[in-house]
């Protein structure tokens, strides 16, 4: 593709954009925004944290009799 039609081609993209969007289009050819390249190591939770002292249920939630069936 030539130079002309190429410039034509983006002319009639940009023109239908707004000027905060074709700013921000500018803003990321402009400056990439990079990955860190080193891996995050987070603590690790408790053994002894929410879930770990469950109580079953009892036996008298599950008869069936009690709920009038």
């Known amino acids: ?8 081609r983006y002319w ?3 023109r239908h954009l707004k000027p905060v969007q074709f ?3 500018l ?13 995050v ?3 690790l ?5 929410v ?3 469950r109580q079953r249920a009892s036996r008298q ?3 069936l009799a009690a709920l009038g069936f």
């Open 61 to 63: 939630c599950l008869d």
């Open 41 to 43: 190591t987070l603590p």
């Open 23 to 25: 700013y921000g289009r």
């Open 12 to 14: 009639h993209t940009l």
């Open 45 to 49: 939770r408790d053994d002894k944290g």
């Open 27 to 39: 803003w990321i050819k402009l400056y990439r925004p990079q990955l860190a390249a080193t891996p």
């Open 1 to 8: 593709m030539n130079l002309v039609a190429k410039s034509l």
């Open 51 to 53: 879930g770990s002292n």
